[in-house]
């Protein structure tokens, strides 16, 4: 069974500030990952997903990530937080084949004027 | 072009009552997934289906819960019995025949009194 870790719960930065939120996944193959931001009393939006291909991927809003098979991770990143950034993010794993994702816990990101 | 549905925004039940959840996808998906939501906890996957079709019901509880996705109209998730645990919120995502990438609908907040 694969399973997502999202370390911290809660990610707190300056406006301005590099963004970083972690995700470490644990599957015997390297999985489809996927990031998905959730804004409050809304339903869960794709920020970015790698599959195959470049392990450098850009998303929506100025967020990247890139996928590093030795180290089963695939962090989020942003090079500048904007307000309107806060939110919680989702990391998201699925296995080839099939269609059902496991997501992590979640990280709010809180930003700070 | 109109995103996942989802209605009613929020209900509210008392113990024993039934709810129905429904999910109307993007036009022309045909998967649904139906997920549950806790607080401070990220998505669990409940069930998969494609048209008339139950693909994958291995998040569902055996009891009281059941879902459908009719040739015609939206998908229904049916809670029967409403216990104060159901209380969460309750998403629906939909993608394309293939496609990995999910379309998520903004909830079902419920809530048993």
């Known amino acids: 069974a694969q399973s997502v870790t999202q370390l911290g719960s809660h990610v707190s930065v300056s406006e301005g500030a590099l963004v970083l939120l972690r995700c470490n996944y644990s599957s015997s193959v390297p999985p489809y990952l996927f990031w998905y931001v959730q804004y409050p009393n809304q339903g869960l939006q794709l920020l970015l997903k790698?599959?195959?291909?470049?392990?450098l991927v850009k998303g929506i809003n100025g967020f990247e990530a890139e996928f590093k098979k030795s180290e089963t991770s695939f962090h989020l990143t942003k090079p500048s937080a904007h307000m309107s950034d806060a939110a919680e993010y989702f990391c998201?794993?699925?296995?080839?084949?099939?269609?059902?994702?496991?997501f992590g816990r979640g990280t709010s990101l809180i930003v700070h004027p | 072009n109109a995103g996942v549905m989802q209605n009613p925004r929020h209900l509210v039940r008392r113990r024993g009552q039934e709810a129905r959840l429904r999910c109307s996808p993007v036009?022309?998906?045909?998967?649904v997934y139906w997920y549950r939501q806790l607080p401070e906890e990220g998505l669990k996957f409940m069930v998969y289906?494609?048209?008339?079709?139950?693909?994958?019901e291995s998040g569902m509880p055996k009891e009281r819960f059941s879902a459908e996705f009719p040739k015609e109209g939206p998908s229904i998730l049916r809670i029967q019995q409403v216990v104060r645990g159901d209380s969460a919120a309750y998403f629906c995502a939909s993608s394309q025949d293939g496609a990995y990438e999910q379309y998520f609908g903004p909830g079902t907040r419920l809530t048993v009194t």
């Open positions: 790698y599959t195959t291909g470049a392990t």
């Open positions: 289906l494609q048209k008339e079709n139950i693909i994958d």
């Open positions: 036009k022309g998906h045909s998967h």
């Open positions: 998201a794993v699925t296995p080839p084949g099939s269609y059902i994702p496991t």
